[in-house]
């Protein structure tokens, strides 16, 4: 089945600085979503982005599909920027089965 | 509120009984998902609806599992017998089939199990 790496495992920021989170897909996929899911578990979406770049605040997001990965950025980033950051693909024929990534592990320091 | 709904949010079980969890989700969502999800791990995938038809089945949803989606409005999930290793968040999500934004699932904030 395909793979769904991202990188770093874990990023501890001062509030204020940018960052960069990365994920790497091992097959062509249908979809891509990005979530934040907070301290008390909930998952919020940030970004559908099969392909492309889009912005929204302070996050932005380009999927390079053909090279098989995407990139969240956080500027500016603020203490409620801290959770777990899971990008999540579509895979194969079937576009109902989400495939989470290993996630990124986000704690932004005031 | 017009989000997924799950109910409850907390259980807490001895091993050997059974527990049922509820999900209710965007209204004009026909399609409906129960993830679980352990600590330190990203949400898998366990099974699918689209309107009352359960459309996929993840290996993980042994026997002792059942969901439905009477009416293809809200779903159950039921673990029979509970093990000590069926404790995790059980994550409910839905999306609408043609959404113009693509497939975007919206999750509910998830129904914590604890097996002692």
């Known amino acids: 089945g395909i793979q769904v790496e991202q990188s770093p495992p874990d990023l501890i920021l001062q509030e204020g600085a940018n960052s960069t989170l990365r994920c790497n897909f091992s097959d062509s996929v249908n979809n891509l979503q990005w979530f934040h899911q907070n301290p008390w578990g909930q998952l919020i979406n940030l970004f559908y982005?099969?392909?492309g770049t889009k912005q929204n605040g302070r996050l932005s997001a380009t999927t390079v599909a053909t090279e098989r990965y995407s990139l969240l950025y956080i500027s500016s980033s603020q203490t409620t920027d801290s959770g777990v950051y899971f990008c999540?693909?579509?895979?194969?024929?079937?576009?109902?089965?989400?495939?989470f990534g290993t996630g990124t592990l986000l704690a932004v320091q005031p | 509120d017009t989000g997924v709904s799950q109910d409850p949010r907390h259980k807490i079980t001895k091993r050997g009984q059974n527990v049922t969890f509820r999900c209710d989700p965007i209204?004009?969502?026909?399609?409906l998902y129960w993830y679980r999800q352990t600590l330190g791990q990203g949400p898998e995938f366990l099974t699918y609806?689209?309107?009352?038809?359960?459309?996929?089945k993840s290996r993980l949803l042994s026997d002792r599992f059942s969901a439905e989606r009477p009416k293809g409005s809200f779903s159950t999930l039921e673990i029979q017998r509970t093990e000590q290793g069926d404790s995790a968040m059980y994550l409910c999500?839905?999306?609408?089939?043609?959404?113009?934004?693509?497939?975007?699932?919206?999750f509910g904030e998830g129904s914590w199990l604890t097996v002692v």
């Open positions: 999540a693909v579509f895979y194969g024929g079937a576009t109902n089965k989400l495939i």
């Open positions: 209204s004009e969502h026909n399609r």
């Open positions: 999500a839905s999306s609408q089939m043609w959404d113009s934004s693509g497939n975007t699932i919206y």
């Open positions: 609806f689209q309107n009352e038809a359960q459309l996929e």
């Open positions: 982005i099969p392909s």
